[in-house]
Nanobody
Framework: QVQLVESGGGLVQPGGSLRLSCAAS????????MGWHRQAPGKERELVAS????????NYADSVKGRFTISRDSTRNTYYLQMNSLKPEDTAVYFC??????????WGKGTLVTVSS
């Protein structure tokens, strides 16, 4: 089992920045890919960014490329999503996800990001 706890959400003005954190615990050795997903009101959950645990290969949704950066601190089993140049359409609940080598997905409870003036 893997436990995930997100933090760092909040209210920010358009053009501002936020950094989300995801602390992983438990069977972290079983994680293949870490990712951030988001779900806006009335919309489906979508992948924002992901990073592989072995090589650190990253992947981003087109809508956030050049603005968001996913990174990791392997020594602390913590993953980050740096969000810059935020737009109102980035408003959503952001979820941390861990996909294990056996295909099992683990989810955090989510953290709300609101971009508004």
């Amino acid at each position: 089992q893997v436990q995930l706890v997100e933090s760092g959400g909040g209210l920010v003005q358009p053009g501002g920045s936020l950094r989300l954190s995801c602390a992983a615990s438990g069977a972290t050795f079983s994680i293949n890919v870490m990712g951030w997903h988001r779900q806006a009101p009335g919309k489906e959950r979508e992948l924002v960014a992901s990073i592989t645990t072995e090589r650190g290969t990253t992947n981003y949704a087109d809508s956030v490329k050049g603005r968001f950066t996913i990174s990791r601190d392997s020594t602390r089993n913590t993953y980050y999503l740096q969000m810059n140049s935020l737009k109102p359409e980035d408003t959503a609940v952001y979820f941390c996800n861990a996909r294990a080598y056996d295909g099992v997905n683990y989810w955090g409870k989510g953290t709300l990001v609101t971009v508004s003036s």
